[in-house]
Every structure is written in C-alpha cells, then in structure tokens.
C-alpha cells in the first residue's frame, strides 16, 4: 500500500510558479507509476501529468505541456510536479496518484492541495 501526502499549493499571479511535491510513504513505492490530477469547482477530476516507477517514461495533458514538470525521487520516496507560466485555467485541488501500471488511473489517492491562480 501507499500513504501519499500532497504539499506545495497555494495563490500565485498568472504567470507565476509552483512547485508541488508528494511524499509518499510504504515500501513499494519505487515500483510504483506516480502521476497528477487536478480537479476544478463543477469539473470532473483530470489527468495532468504521469510518471513511470523508475521516471523513464513521462506523459503530459495538453493543456499543460512545455509549462508542467513532472519528476520523483525514489531515495527520498518524492514526487513533485513543477508549474511554470500558471494561468487562471489550472486553479484547481491538485492530487497525487500511486499506481502499478504506468498511463493508468493508480489505487492510491492523496488528500489534494488547493491551487489558486489569480488573472
């Protein structure tokens, strides 16, 4: 199992930038595929960014390619997704998500961090 803890959010100005991280606890989580969602007010939970067990393998939304970083640490049991040139789109609760299978929904949820993105 994985206990995934979210941290990092915040407000910023359009334009800003953001730095998400995830700890993760258990001892399987270097052979897990980690990745983030975000979730706005009336909107369905989205895929923003995944990232493969040993970080090899990345993949993006769209919407946030060439702005988003997604990276991990498996000495320190970390994820972190890096948000440059944040627009008023991408305020949403931002949630961490532990899996077996890279490109796929994981099992595991974080409690989400709120980040507000002000025009």
């Known amino acids: 199992q994985a206990h995934l803890v979210e941290s990092g959010g915040g407000l910023v100005q359009a334009g800003g930038s953001l730095r998400l991280s995830c700890q993760a606890s258990?001892?399987?989580?270097?052979?897990?595929?980690m990745g983030w969602f975000r979730q706005a007010p009336g909107k369905e939970r989205e895929f923003v960014a995944g990232?493969?067990?040993?970080?090899?393998?990345?993949n993006y939304a769209d919407s946030v390619k060439g702005r988003f970083t997604i990276s991990r640490d498996n000495t320190n049991y970390t994820m972190a997704l890096q948000m440059n040139s944040l627009k008023p789109e991408d305020t949403a609760v931002y949630y961490c998500?532990?899996?077996?299978?890279?490109?796929?929904?994981?099992?595991?949820w974080g409690q989400g961090t709120q980040v507000t993105v002000s025009s």
């Open positions: 990232i493969s067990w040993n970080g090899g393998r990345t």
């Open positions: 998500n532990a899996g077996i299978v890279f490109g796929t929904i994981g099992a595991y």
């Open positions: 258990g001892r399987t989580f270097n052979t897990y595929a």
